[in-house]
């Protein structure tokens, strides 16, 4: 089994969701943005995406 320091189980701890587990949005894959947005309901526009991944980057 890994051994982690105290130090980087506290950096993973506050990098993961409240269930520990880990998300990450590949913000190059256009399509499955679009779909994430329309399951919110959200119709975003190419403008609306291209702005999100100048504020992620």
Do not use: W
């Not at 506290?10 to 969701?17: F, H, K, T």
Request: net charge negative; proline share 0%; aromatic share 6%.
């Amino acid at each position: 089994m890994l051994q982690l320091t105290h130090n980087k189980k506290d950096a993973l701890d506050r990098l993961s969701a409240t269930d520990g587990k880990f998300y990450a949005l590949a913000i190059d894959q256009r399509g499955a943005m679009n779909r994430m947005f329309d399951d919110l309901g959200i119709e975003a526009t190419t403008e609306d995406i291209q702005a999100l991944k100048k504020v992620v980057s």
